[in-house]
């Protein structure tokens, strides 16, 4: 076999293996619009480093959350999310020249991105990791309508140690469903994403409150929850 054959065929080879795995992603994602994932990628990382420690997770549909829940994450994390269609190419943009320079790969990420993150990735400010968190995003976006974004985003998202979704997080702090959130739990719930291993829920910092405050005034400059009806009246 000369060499030209072989890497010919080595050539189709990774065709081949490139082209099953981006259908069998394509499939997953299909599948995951109508069937409510059961774990995520960080809810496993988080049980294989704490073994000991028990997941607080429980999944509730997008009508049984407080429609303050979503105007407060948009607000606080990315207020374009009714109009992108998964990633920001100027952020993203902005954030690749800042690693070429030598910073750290951070920022940039759409609320669909961290959706695509936290379901099947891993965390890291590396650029592979980036590249098939917007990737996943595009996919996400193409198959899902927002309010299946934004409903599944809301259930695996980590909101403290070991407490994923925003029902678990509801009860867990404020000892009500997540459907009884307020706009101020709601924004108290929010701030803390960043870095919910950090920020804390129940004993706020003062940069935190100051956080809040901020959350709260951008969800009336959004017009309030007139912002998301149409997450609300979407199927």
Not at 76 to 96: C, K, L, N, P, W
Not at 112 to 117: E, I, S, W
């Amino acid at each position: 076999m000369t060499k030209k054959i072989l890497l010919a065929r080595l050539r189709r080879g990774a065709l081949w293996l490139l082209g099953s795995l981006t259908l069998g992603v394509v499939l997953v994602i299909g599948l995951l619009r109508f069937v409510d994932p059961p774990t995520s990628a960080f809810m496993v990382r988080d049980h294989w480093q704490n073994p000991d420690r028990e997941i607080l997770h429980q999944w509730v549909d997008f009508e049984q959350i407080s429609p303050w829940m979503p105007l407060a994450v948009i607000a606080s994390e990315e207020q374009r999310f009714m109009t992108h269609r998964g990633v920001d190419t100027d952020a993203m943009a902005e954030a690749i020249a800042r690693y070429r320079q030598g910073y750290g790969l951070r920022g940039a990420s759409t609320i669909t991105q961290q959706t695509a993150k936290n379901l099947f990735l891993w965390s890291g400010r590396h650029f592979t990791r980036k590249a098939l968190e917007a990737g996943l995003a595009l996919g996400l976006e193409a198959l899902w309508p927002k309010r299946r974004i934004m409903e599944v985003y809301l259930n695996v998202t980590e909101f403290g140690e070991g407490i994923f979704g925003v029902e678990m997080a509801s009860r867990h702090f404020f000892n009500r469903s997540a459907r009884e959130l307020t706009a101020t739990q709601a924004a108290r719930l929010a701030a803390v994403l960043p870095s919910p291993k950090r920020f804390s829920v129940r004993h706020p910092s003062d940069y935190l409150w100051q956080r809040v405050d901020w959350i709260r005034n951008q969800m009336v400059q959004l017009g309030g929850r007139a912002h998301i009806r149409p997450l609300i009246e979407s199927r």
